[in-house]
């Protein structure tokens, strides 16, 4: 049950915020920053020298909340543990990996790999992938979902790298549950400015609710 409400808390929501930080400190302030927001999807990313010190923090904090802590740039089942263990209640990687997928069924926590191919999205679906990461998203763009749409309807996918507040409409709009958001989202951080963070997270939420409402008003 709660791997249902996990995934069903950052579909509705609809943007997970990709916490990339040069310390601990910077990575709490954006992860609140984002959440004021309206953010209700936390991606602390591995990149973050003792990432899993974040996770305990922002797990403790936002205890009995909607808001939704996960570890990101996940490479190996090792690292996946380590994050669950830290409180991390999704796990995101840049590519598939079999053996991450195992623990993560085991333990029922959701999987976010990192996907480009019709292949790689099919062989992620088969080891019990929740959502695909489509990775980079830059390299494709908004118009290749409606691509993969047509042999895998099935697929939930999450766009990460090059969703911005120009775009991101466009990827709902062709049909993903989510998109993943960080250098366009937190770049304020670098010169302190989390206010602007918290602005810029309100314009995400508030552009993915509009391309909804167009959305489900074309097919009704």
């Known amino acids: 049950m709660e791997k249902f409400n996990v995934i069903k808390n950052i579909t509705e929501c609809g943007v997970v915020a990709v916490v990339r930080a040069d310390s601990n400190e910077e990575a ?4 609140e920053a984002c959440i004021k927001g309206g953010i209700l999807g936390i991606e602390v990313t591995f990149t973050i020298q003792n990432a899993e010190s974040v996770l305990k923090e922002l797990t403790k904090v936002y205890a009995n909340t909607n808001v939704v ?5 996940v490479l190996d089942s090792q690292t996946a543990r380590i994050a669950i263990l830290a409180g991390a209640k999704f796990i995101v990687s840049p590519c598939f990996d ?19 191919t019709i292949t790689e999205m099919k062989q992620a679906l088969e ?28 697929v939930n996918i999450m766009p990460t790298g090059g969703v911005s ?4 409409h466009q990827w709902i709009k062709n049909g993903c549950v989510a998109v993943g958001v960080g250098g366009n989202l937190i770049t304020p951080a670098k010169s302190g400015d989390y206010a ?10 508030q552009k993915v609710k ?3 409402d167009f959305y489900y008003e074309k097919i009704l």
Not at 69 to 73: E, F
Not at 196 to 205: K, N, P, S
């Open 127 to 154: 080891y019990g992938a929740d959502i695909i990461k489509l990775f980079p998203g830059n390299a494709y763009g908004p118009d290749f979902i409606k691509a993969i749409k047509a042999p895998l309807p099935q």
């Open 69 to 73: 802590i996960g570890a990101g740039t």
């Open 210 to 212: 509009e391309a909804r």
């Open 165 to 168: 507040l120009d775009n991101v």
């Open 28 to 31: 709490l302030l954006i992860s």
């Open 196 to 205: 602007q963070i918290t602005e810029h997270a309100r314009e995400y939420i």
């Open 98 to 116: 079999k053996e991450t997928a195992k623990l993560c069924n085991l333990y029922q926590v959701p999987y976010m790999p990192g996907c480009m």
